[in-house]
Each structure stands twice: as C-alpha cells, then as structure tokens.
C-alpha cells in the first residue's frame, strides 16, 4: 500500500484543546474516513494536512516530501471541500472560472461548465445565492476541473438531506474508480462512510483512537447484550464498555472473546456508530 499522506509526531495546541502526537498514514488510491465525534479534533487535523494551519510539532509529508518543500504541486493535486466554504460569497460561477484560470495550471473552463450544468448550477448566481448542497457541488466541480488527483472534504455532508448525501457518496466513488486517486472525507455523520470507506482514521478528544481498514475496526468488535446479573460473574470475558438498561446490559467487547461468551449473552455485529460510542465511553472512564 502505498502512502499518499503521512503524518508524524502531528501536535497542534488551542487555548481549550490539543491534537496530540499523531502518528498517522492515508494509503494512496483508497477512501480514507476521519471519524470522531463533534470536537475531536477532525478538523484540525484537517487544516494541518492542508496547510491552512501551521502544526506545533511533527511534520507532515505527501508522496514521500515534506509538504513545505512541494506546496505548489501539492495545492494543483489536491481538491479541497470545507464544512466552511473557503469561496467569496460574491463570486459567481463565472467569476469562479475567470480566478481558477489563472490560479490553476490545469484549469479546465469545459469540464467546469459541463458539471455545472449536470449538478444544476447556474453559473451567474453567487456563492451566497446557493444553497449548502449547491455549495459543496460548486467545490466539487471546482476540483474536478483542475484534474485534482485528491479529494480532502470537511464534514460535507453535515446539515444536508439524505438524498444529496447519497448523491455525494457515489460521486466520490466514481472518482476513486481511477486508483491514481484518493479520498480523505472527515465526517461524523458515520453511515455517509460504511459503504464507501476503505480505511478509516479515528480520532478522539485529540488523540489518535484506531488507524486501519473499515473491515478490520468492524472484525474487531462485538456487541452482545445480556441479563444484568450476569456481569458479576468473574468468569465473563473483558468489555470494552458497557451500558446498563434496566434488567440488562448492552456492551461492546473483542472479538477475539467470542467463544469465551455466556450461553446467555447474544452477540451481533456492531455498527462503526455504534463501536465509536462505545469507545468514547471507554476513554472517558
């Protein structure tokens, strides 16, 4: 697997929050999810890799160079998609082609007005005449247009119905269908990436939680409920967390306990919202 993104010792300090020393790789050709609750530090994490924001600490290297030393290529590969758009609100559409021409070496003004005219944009309205879902088609043209090899979005979808969520997913697996490019796509919204994440980044409370592929964090872990009485047995396998519901319990445990399980406890399959509540309950013991 090849790195497109690596990341080491990455630290970023706030007045009332730290991204602490992480240790991290985003694999070329793939989806790659930044997971995590609502101030975790996504975003941040986010804004280093793409240079907005200057770490404390650690360095941060695309395709095997620092990304100080090739800023220029790495802004014309790169397509960016913010929670935050990073467009003028007064630019229209046209006024978008005019800038991007000369900001881009590869701008292409077809490609641009041909997916204008698909997602349904007219480019003479303004950015602050769009709505959120026409926004974030507006970036996504954007980064097609310039033949950007890499796609890094930011909560996109957050705040969006279901059907433009759906949209977005498979527009971002058809651009993954050639393997020269990538995905990075933070969200909390977790469901927006069980059928298209291949390798999933958690982060929690600024520390790195889990790095590896979507199928290895879900093969990890079982949900398994059972009677509440039961949990005083010392013999029971370790769990992860738990949650007490009147007469019974609901927890999370490893799977590699399976065996080891109460012929009166069921287990079943969690989901990655479900295993990432678990875990938040279990760091903040």
């Keep these: 697997m090849t790195n497109l993104i690596s990341c080491q010792g990455l630290s970023k300090t706030f007045q009332h929050f730290r991204l602490d020393g992480v240790n991290t790789e985003i694999p070329q050709g793939y989806v790659t999810g930044i997971i995590g ?30 990304v100080q030393s090739t800023t220029g ?12 758009p990073i ?38 309205l303004k950015v602050k005449e769009l709505s959120r879902g026409m926004t974030i088609k507006l ?10 090899n890499t796609l890094i979005l930011d909560e996109p979808t957050s705040g969006l119905d279901p059907i433009f969520r759906e949209e977005l997913t498979d527009l971002l697996q058809d651009f993954v269908q050639d393997e020269a490019r990538s995905v990075v ?3 909390h919204i977790t469901a927006d990436l069980e059928a298209i994440a291949d390798y999933l980044i958690y982060i929690q409370d600024g520390q790195l939680i889990f790095q590896g592929t979507k199928d290895d964090l879900l093969a990890k872990y079982l949900l398994v409920k059972g009677p509440l009485d039961s949990l005083a047995d010392n013999q029971i396998p370790p769990v992860v967390a738990c949650k007490q519901m009147d007469d019974h319990f609901e927890a999370l445990i490893e799977s ?30």
């Design 37 to 66: 609750p609502n101030g975790s530090g996504k975003t941040t994490f986010i804004k280093l890799i793409l240079s907005l924001i200057e770490p404390d600490q650690g360095q941060i290297y695309y395709k095997d160079q620092t």
């Design 73 to 84: 290529q790495y802004l014309q590969d790169i397509g960016i998609i913010m929670d935050e």
């Design 87 to 124: 467009l003028a609100k007064d630019w229209s559409g046209n006024d978008i082609n005019d800038v991007m021409q000369i900001g881009y070496q590869g701008w292409q003004s077809e490609t641009y007005y041909q997916l204008l005219n698909e997602y349904g944009i007219n480019p003479s």
């Design 139 to 148: 970036m996504l043209a954007i980064a097609l247009s310039h033949q950007a």
């Design 185 to 187: 796509f933070s969200t």
């Design 256 to 285: 590699k306990y399976q065996q080891a399980l109460p012929q009166d406890w069921h287990a079943s399959q969690p989901s990655i919202d479900q295993i990432m509540i678990y875990l938040r309950r279990k760091h903040k013991r």
